[in-house]
């Protein structure tokens, strides 16, 4: 099949998910949103193997790759908190917007000081929301430091975290390594027809407790790195 058929598809699943944003409730948006999230998975062959059960709380997922919003979508249909650059993407930023996103300017302190306002009070039980708590994305194989931002709510709001390892075995999926945006990504992914699976492990919930924000942060870490190491593998000899 042709690259372009499958790109086109994908633009056909943007434009339908557009429309819907429409007149859908938030929460029924959320629903189609995953259900075309597993049907592009399945399409593109992005096999994704989950382990263990997801409980509530704040979702956050470590971060290699613009493929990462299909995969936590496919396991979870839920808001997340993203970059004020995105909301300005075509077709992609009202989807966002309406399964409920938290939009930060990252070079703005204002703008980083009302985001954690409102993460602080933010029911994660009643309105689930997805975050990377690196804040961007690291290279296959690695999970850079974390930002605060999650701990220190889940420290203010009595929440748990509920974390989840996303390891692929084809480091093509780093779209990010040779620094592309979002778009040429998205064409590099189709026309060099990238394949993977992915194993997604729900961890333990991680409650924090009050001054436990920064251990348990790293402590979150330095599990997550035990399952990346031993399982994000290059396992099609890129």
């Known amino acids: 099949m042709l690259w372009q058929l499958d790109a086109l598809h994908f633009l056909v699943v ?5 429309f819907r944003a429409l007149w859908l409730s938030r929460e029924n948006f959320r629903r189609a949103v995953q259900n075309e999230a597993v049907g592009l998975a399945k399409r593109y062959k992005l096999e994704i193997y989950v382990h263990g059960e997801p409980r509530p709380g704040f979702l956050a997922a470590n971060h290699t790759s613009y493929a990462d919003a299909v995969v936590i979508e496919a396991l979870k249909g839920a808001g997340s908190v993203s970059k004020m ?30 985001a954690m306002q409102k993460l602080n ?11 990377f708590p690196e804040g961007t994305t690291t290279p296959f194989g690695e999970i850079g430091e974390f930002k605060m931002g999650v701990f220190k709510a889940a420290e203010h709001s009595g929440h748990p975290i509920q974390p ?30 990238v394949r993977t ?20 942060a790293e402590k979150l870490r330095r599990k997550m790195r035990v399952y990346i190491r031993r399982f994000e593998r290059d396992e099609h000899g890129t």
């Open 14 to 18: 943007l434009v339908r998910l557009r």
């Open 85 to 114: 650059e995105v909301k300005n993407y075509f077709l992609i930023g009202p989807i966002v917007e309406k399964v409920g996103t938290l939009w930060v300017r990252r070079d703005d302190r204002d703008s980083r000081v009302e």
């Open 121 to 131: 009070a933010w029911n994660p039980v009643r309105d689930p929301i997805w975050i």
């Open 164 to 193: 989840v390892v996303i390891c692929y075995n084809n480091p093509m999926i780093d779209w990010g390594r040779d620094n592309k945006k979002i778009f040429i990504s998205i064409v590099h992914f189709f026309s060099e027809k």
């Open 197 to 216: 699976s992915v194993r997604c492990f729900w961890l333990e919930p991680v409650v924090v407790g009050p001054g436990e924000a920064y251990s348990a």
